[in-house]
């Protein structure tokens, strides 16, 4: 009976050690950030990114859930645009048409400010030496984005003056609903953008990774020419 209880006493005090005690008992280093050369904290790197603890894997983990949730709200508002377009006889942009021309200013404005920021992305994989090719492009992408907001609320105001309001028909409540909720995302994306850009101008020595906000940026600009094609040529 003695043995048994010493037996089980050690056994629950393996089971109630800390992780880290055990993991030493058998010869796993202890749980700390390495320490670079400089005597500077553990993890960092050029970019901005963290390797210790598998913190790098979260930004993109969290960005594929973010796209996968706005997929699927915007296939199910597409969805409803198909289906309520056959038998809807108020399926037409009556009187809008030059306005509905404005799609093709704020497509110009989305597709240019993806291009700058891709090229923001790969100024940022160089790192400091980079910075202010990075900070240029950063910018340009947030001008020609705010670009593509101002042209969406042109041609809202534009299809509100045509008496094409969300209560006018099918077409006009669809059509607002997916250009409403696009610019809203698109709004985050700038909001991402710029709170990168005021990282660049603070940090003296490491330089963000912009690609996370690029991939979303991307997705943006993907998304619209969906969108661009349904509003505009199928009607």
């Known amino acids: 009976m003695a043995q048994v209880s010493f037996d089980i006493g050690r056994a629950a005090a393996v089971l109630v050690a800390p992780r880290g005690h055990r993991r030493r008992r058998h010869g796993a280093p202890p749980l700390v950030p390495p320490v670079d050369e400089n005597g500077g904290g553990g993890g960092g790197n050029d970019d901005g990114s963290w390797r210790a603890g598998g ?5 993109p983990f969290a960005l594929a859930l973010a796209l996968a949730g706005i997929t699927t709200l915007f296939l199910v508002l597409i969805a409803v645009w198909l289906f309520l377009r056959r038998p809807a006889p108020d399926w037409r942009a009556t009187g809008a048409a030059g306005a509905l021309d404005a799609l093709w200013l704020s497509t110009a404005c989305l597709v240019a400010s993806s ?32 670009g593509f907001l101002a042209a969406q609320a042109f041609l809202w105001a534009g299809l509100w003056r045509a008496g094409l309001v969300p209560s006018a ?13 696009h610019a809203l995302h698109v709004l985050g994306g700038l909001g991402f953008l710029g709170a990168l850009s005021l990282w660049l101008r603070r940090s003296a020595t490491h330089v963000p990774s912009v690609r996370l906000g690029a991939v979303y940026w991307h997705y943006m600009g993907a998304l619209w020419l969906v969108l661009f094609t349904l509003l505009y040529f199928v009607r």
């Open 55 to 59: 913190a790098e894997e979260i930004g």
């Open 115 to 146: 291009a700058a920021v891709e090229l923001a992305a790969r100024c940022a994989r160089a790192g400091a030496s980079a910075r202010r090719a990075t900070q240029r492009w950063l910018a340009a992408s947030l001008v020609l984005g705010l």
């Open 169 to 181: 028909s099918g077409y006009a409540a669809v059509f607002f609903a997916l250009t409403g909720l």
